[in-house]
């Protein structure tokens, strides 16, 4: 999923230097949703990695 959100991203800066400011909000928007969801699923890991075997 990171790597979605860092394909995202290369298309927004890209998109950013030709000039396209719809494309690019578009691309950065869905980057940084990706990103969040990549935090929360590793935070999530973390906590159950922790966690005594039941």
Do not use: C, E, K
Not at 10 to 36: H, K, N, P, Q
């Amino acid at each position: 999923m990171l790597s979605w959100a860092v394909t995202f991203f290369v298309v927004a800066i890209i998109a950013g230097v030709l000039g396209l400011g719809g494309i690019a909000g578009s691309a950065s928007s869905i980057a940084y949703a990706l990103f969040v969801i990549f935090l929360i699923f590793g935070v999530i890991a973390v906590i159950r990695g922790r966690r005594p075997p039941l």
